[in-house]
């Protein structure tokens, strides 16, 4: 028998790392070797963070690219990178630095930062609590998800796609526990992009394809 699915509560902590770049070279070099907590962190953190940062610009190597270099073209083409699009935050590395790269090839001057805006290396740490809350049929969802709190939402449906197998969301690895009853809703969840929109609006989402699918 399936065990029923537990549902987490969590909360993001930042760390400082106390490594900083004040020019976009000194951003590419400590990219290379920061670790990959710190990556994760500066394009995921926001979503839980109370942030009043510009919201055209998803990840925080965007923000600063155009508030600390004033570099406006380099901010647009970070803000377009989807960290989901990789299999992993080394490949996401990758990305970030042949950006970057570029970018330095078209400018004989290397923009810097003023003092008071260098970009600081920050790296996440997860703290997880257990709500008690356990749903045993898929039906269930229905009710409970728009009651999940947006650290629930972040656990199961964001980070769950760093610590599962197959970097999946943690409702879709439960439901696929049921065979192939349920690959309607699965392709339906596996649609959902969950980096251009808020905490809130992927709860919506998510409760609202829960619903239209249980009521068919």
């Known amino acids: 028998?399936?065990?029923?699915?537990?549902?987490?509560?969590?909360?993001?902590?930042?760390?400082?790392?106390?490594?900083?770049?004040?020019?976009?070279?000194?951003?590419?070099?400590?990219?290379?070797?920061?670790?990959?907590?710190?990556?994760?962190?500066?394009?995921?953190?926001?979503?839980?963070?109370?942030?009043?940062?510009?919201?055209?610009?998803?990840?925080?190597?965007?923000?600063?690219?155009?508030?600390?270099?004033?570099?406006?073209?380099?901010?647009?083409?970070?803000?377009?990178?989807?960290?989901?699009?990789?299999?992993?935050?080394?490949?996401?590395?990758?990305?970030?630095?042949?950006?970057?790269?570029?970018?330095?090839?078209?400018?004989?001057?290397?923009?810097?930062?003023?003092?008071n805006q260098q970009f600081h290396f920050t790296r996440s740490q997860i703290v997880v609590f257990d709500t008690r809350t356990r749903i045993s049929k898929p039906e269930e969802l229905k009710e409970q998800i728009p009651q999940l709190t947006v650290g629930s939402v972040f656990y199961h449906f964001v980070d769950a796609r760093r610590r599962t197998l197959s970097r999946n969301d943690d409702f879709s690895e439960w439901l696929k526990g049921f065979g192939n009853s349920h690959s309607e809703l699965l392709a339906q969840i596996a649609a959902m992009d969950p980096y251009f929109k808020s905490l809130t609006e992927l709860r919506s989402q998510l409760g609202a394809i829960f619903k239209e699918y249980t009521g068919k």
């Open 1 to 115: 028998m399936l065990d029923p699915f537990a549902v987490k509560d969590c909360a993001l902590i930042a760390v400082a790392t106390g490594e900083r770049a004040h020019n976009l070279r000194e951003l590419r070099d400590r990219l290379e070797t920061t670790r990959p907590g710190c990556i994760y962190y500066h394009f995921w953190g926001g979503l839980l963070r109370p942030s009043f940062d510009d919201p055209e610009y998803q990840n925080d190597f965007a923000v600063w690219a155009y508030h600390g270099l004033h570099d406006r073209f380099l901010a647009e083409r970070l803000a377009l990178v989807d960290p989901t699009d990789f299999h992993d935050l080394e490949d996401l590395r990758r990305e970030l630095i042949e950006i970057i790269e570029e970018r330095l090839d078209e400018n004989e001057l290397v923009p810097w930062a003023a003092a």
